[in-house]
């Protein structure tokens, strides 16, 4: 059973940055693709970001160029760190984990002021 807890969320001016932890525990972390999905009010969860445990990584066209995430397997912890955020990218983050099962944290929310 693996834990995730989603940490950095907050209120931010537009053009600002964030940068969100999640810290995973009760797994062998470095074998699990680690992702970031999001969910804004009214809308589905999506995709945001995602990395192997090889380090390769995937992002939604809507961040990629803003958004970089990375992960530390030595502290078992993935990052996002958010750049030139926007209004529509308020949204609750979540983090997940994925291998042969998957894993979400509670989530952690992001607010963007315009």
């Known amino acids: 059973q693996v834990q995730l807890v989603e940490s950095g969320g907050g209120l931010v001016q537009a053009g600002g940055s964030l940068r969100l932890s999640c810290a995973a525990s009760?797994?062998?972390?470095?074998?699990?693709?680690m992702a970031w999905y999001r969910q804004a009010p009214k809308k589905q969860r999506e995709l945001v970001a995602e990395i192997t445990g090889g380090g390769n990584t995937n992002y939604s066209n809507s961040v990629k160029g803003r958004f970089t995430i990375s992960r530390d397997n030595a502290k078992n912890t993935v990052y996002l760190q958010m750049n030139r955020l926007k209004p529509g990218d308020t949204a609750n983050y979540y983090c997940n984990a994925a291998f042969r099962d998957t894993y979400w944290g509670q989530g952690t929310q992001v607010i963007v002021s315009s």
């Open positions: 009760g797994g062998m972390f470095s074998i699990y693709t």
